[in-house]
């Protein structure tokens, strides 16, 4: 290791200002798979009764 090495866990101040630097919003800028997640069962849904359908229909 270096001599002139320095333990960034030894400044207090940068350690400060680390723990109150806010949190990235990336978590908040991802969509949302709700919608699509609900657009595909009610598509299989209605694929099923209409299979039904067409099965006692036919």
Known sequence: ????????????AQFRAFVDS??????ASAPSRLPLI?????????????LIAWIALG
């Open 1 to 12: 290791m270096a001599e002139n090495y320095t333990d960034p866990s030894g400044n207090t």
């Open 38 to 50: 609900a657009g595909a069962a009610v598509a299989a849904a209605v694929v099923v009764v209409a």
């Open 22 to 27: 806010p949190e990235p919003a990336a978590s």
